[in-house]
């Protein structure tokens, strides 16, 4: 079993930066695609950034090219989501996610273990 644990979500107005950090826990690091989904309530999780262990491999949301960039540690088993110039239409709840394996993938269903979970608010 897989435990993720994130932090960093908060309160931030528009045209600022934010950073999640997400430590992972139950299997070897290296073994786990990382990523990060989000989601309003009512509505379905959307892919936002996938990093591999294999290669260092990254990919990011379309929306979020050039203004989030996802990194991980492997020292110290943690993924990072640095998430700068925040719209307000950022604002949702962001969840940390791991897969086992070597693909990114950016469909939520691939998906096997999540986080609790982190608000992020982007005010205007």
């Known amino acids: 079993q897989v435990q993720l644990v994130e932090s960093g979500g908060g309160l931030v107005q528009a045209g600022h930066s934010l950073s999640l950090s997400c430590a992972v826990s139950g299997r070897p690091f290296s073994t786990l695609v990382m990523g990060w989904f989000r989601q309003t309530p009512g509505n379905e999780r959307n892919f936002v950034a996938g990093t591999s262990w294999w290669r260092q491999g990254r990919k990011n949301a379309d929306a979020v090219k050039g203004r989030f960039t996802i990194s991980r540690d492997n020292a110290k088993n943690t993924v990072s989501l640095k998430m700068n110039s925040l719209k307000p239409d950022a604002t949702d709840v962001y969840y940390c996610?791991?897969?086992?394996?070597?693909?990114?993938?950016?469909?939520?269903?691939?998906?096997?273990?999540w986080g609790q979970g982190t608000q992020v608010t982007v005010s205007a």
């Open positions: 996610v791991a897969r086992e394996g070597n693909s990114i993938y950016s469909a939520a269903n691939s998906y096997a273990y």
